[in-house]
């Protein structure tokens, strides 16, 4: 405290510019120093900056519909809504940001990215990012709009061309809001009602929101009180209890085969919900290694209006996996080529609806959830073959049955069954 003391009494007697030295200017950079040393998720935000991101979290903004994390010191591009101009423009997840109209990004911290890229729609934006596939700078001009928060997506039974004989649906969530675990319950009845065997759930470019909603969201397809995910502290005694499934009024939870598919840029509750499927055993996980977002942020207000973002704990999966850094790693590991990624976003833009959007889906050249596919299918295969096996068990005379062996042959071998 004595060398800070030091530092800002010489910095307000010597700095050349006096308009820049009051006390109120030094402590807030001080503070935002302080916590952007921590972790790339620790922010001081002041007033107008914890004004904007509180706006940001309503159900409509004004912007270009991109979502933006801190990795490895640079601004890193993790979500670009299909519907925004961002995603329309071309920008992809994954983008690193180097220009907001004629600031450079290199000394700015994701609130005040948020503020630059907010305004009011029908305003003109600049940006620029570089692209680490190709190591490209693009330049882009955007108009920003009004964006009405919506998550769940593109609900619909594959094509036979893609799922052969079985119906297999597919839905995809965009984020975790407070609306998804409503939205995904009814699409999925309405999927059900069409008479749905298996379902791709698909959180590619998610980059995460509310912990409750995504624990709802496992809970359609888990027991009611089954742990899915805990968050861990310094301190043992203040950490909260599990987070565990809710109950679903009266209505069973789904039992379908399920895959999830996930990629780079599939962080923090998009990460949780994967993780909590794949360990329960629930699901298979297809795709690239998530973003690797698995710590818990608290935004605290301070007495002037400005607000603290610290990092306050973990989270750990089921059987106690920490995602923080590491990423959820799929069972069926899967890529796409930075062509394929480009074409799936102009589609997620511009596609149509109910059966036509089928059809182009089946026809995309969509990799990842082909591969998604391909497994469920499987699982239904085997299941037909177990059904089959049992029938046939069941109607055997008694005199054969009693000389047959004490366990039925395996339909598939051990691990292809596992």
Partial sequence: MELFTRVMETIRQSYVDESQISYE???????????RKLDPH???MGKILFEDMQREQADESEGVGIGVVLREGVLTIVSAREDGPAARAGILPGDQMVRINEVLTES????????LLSGRAGETLKLTVRRPSTRQFLEFKLVRETLTETSVH????????????FKIGYVRISQFTQ????????????????GMQALVLDVRNNPGGLLDSAVAVCGEFLPEGTMVVTTEGRQ??????????????????????????????????????AGALQDLRRAIVVGTTSFGKGSVQSIMPMQNGAAMRLTIAKYYTPSHRTIHEQGVVPDI?????????????RWRAQH????????ELATLGDKQLERAVDALKGALLFESFQATSKSTTSQEPASQASHAPEAAPQAMPPKAKQ
Wanted: proline content about 7%.
């Fill in 333 to 345: 590991v899967s890529s796409l080529e930075i062509e394929d990624e480009q074409r799936i976003s």
């Fill in 25 to 35: 200017k030094l402590v807030e950079g001080a503070l935002e120093g302080m916590l």
């Fill in 42 to 44: 620790c922010e001081y």
């Fill in 352 to 359: 149509g609806t109910g059966e036509a959007a089928a059809l």
């Fill in 236 to 273: 043992a005694a203040q950490n909260p209890p599990p987070y565990r499934t809710p109950p679903r009024e009266g209505k069973r939870h789904r039992r379908y085969p399920m895959a999830v598919l996930i990629n780079h840029a599939s962080a923090s509750a998009a990460e949780i919900t």
């Fill in 154 to 165: 593109d609900a619909l039974l594959f094509t036979p061309k893609l799922a052969g004989n």
């Fill in 179 to 194: 609306a998804t675990p409503r939205d995904l319950s009814q699409e999925l009845d309405q999927l059900e009602k069409q």
């Fill in 108 to 115: 700015v911290g994701v609130a005040e990215v948020i503020q």
